[in-house]
């Protein structure tokens, strides 16, 4: 509130208090916090007192913001868990003299090209999953980021797939994965 009164961007900040503006950005977002000399910086900078700057409504907000970003972690790796269902649930259609069964991927009428497809997409991207929550345990957050986007690419894929081969279950199921998945991507950024 009081860089933006000041008509400053985070950059502008940065270099006034010689820090990285992605510190600033984790300040602001609640993912950080800075250093009690980095409070007297900033509190002489804005002309007002450290206390001012650490009040408990902010404070609390924070709290509040960082909260809310943990669970965009745990909806994308949920999702990521969930994704090999797609293969076991009796979601895929198979035709019979008699009409039509549900059955898992491995039992449904599908080309044998289409089955390896799908079976490769989904194994790829919940083996990606398990990547990516081992990298932000590590707090590789470059690559993970990177790995998301590929896993939310190859679940779309699996959804087309999905849709093309007139599997109306299955895409259902893949769907709410993927929009799971694309709402924990875009909101935890």
């Given at each position: ?146 790995g998301a986007l590929i896993c939310t690419l190859l679940s779309l894929i699996t959804f087309t797939l999905l849709v093309l081969s007139s599997q109306p279950y299955a895409a259902i199921f893949a ?15």
């Amino acid at each position: 509130m009081l860089r933006r009164r000041k008509g400053l961007t985070q950059a502008m900040l940065a270099r006034e208090l010689y820090v990285s503006r992605t510190a600033v950005s984790k300040w602001e977002s609640g993912k950080g916090y800075p250093s009690i000399d980095t409070l007297k910086q900033l509190a002489g900078f804005f002309s007002v007192t450290v206390d001012e700057l650490i009040c408990t409504e902010s404070v609390n907000h924070a709290d509040e913001s960082t909260r809310s970003h943990r669970i965009f972690p745990l909806l994308l790796c949920i999702s990521d868990l969930l994704t090999p269902l797609l293969m076991l649930l009796p979601l895929f259609a198979s035709r019979t003299p008699h009409g039509a069964l549900s059955v898992s991927l491995f039992a449904s009428s599908l080309q044998p090209y289409l089955k390896a497809l799908l079976l490769v997409l989904i194994l790829c991207t919940a083996l990606l999953g398990i990547g990516n929550a081992i990298l932000r345990l590590l707090r590789k957050e470059r690559w993970q980021n990177k790995g998301a986007l590929i896993c939310t690419l190859l679940s779309l894929i699996t959804f087309t797939l999905l849709v093309l081969s007139s599997q109306p279950y299955a895409a259902i199921f893949a769907f709410i994965l993927l929009s799971v998945r694309s709402l924990a991507l875009f909101k935890g950024r």
